[in-house]
């Protein structure tokens, strides 16, 4: 991932715009789609912030077929899920 692209994201994070940084995600992903396994992360976690939950599942799904052992990220679908569920 460029440093550009990281920049940005932590940018508009901060600035709580999610939908730009779920943008810069897909972006990444879609040019360079065999080396942003994390797009996938912080895609997931700013879908959650914006409440939804079935597509950051759908985000943590795509990383976890990659790496399955990955803890934090089972946590935060976990955490999709258990609040998709209420």
Known sequence: ?????????IRHAKAGNYEAVIR?????????????????SIK???LHKLKRYAEAIQAYNRFLEIEPDNLS???????SLNQLKN
Not at 1 to 9: F, G, P, S, T, V
Not at 24 to 36: A, G, R, T
Not at 73 to 79: C, G, N, P
């Open 73 to 79: 990220v089972q946590q935060a679908r976990m955490d």
């Open 1 to 9: 991932m460029a440093n550009n692209h990281l920049d940005e994201i």
């Open 24 to 40: 810069i995600c897909d972006e990444v992903i879609e040019y360079n789609p065999n080396d942003s396994l994390h797009m996938y």
């Open 44 to 46: 997931g976690k700013n």
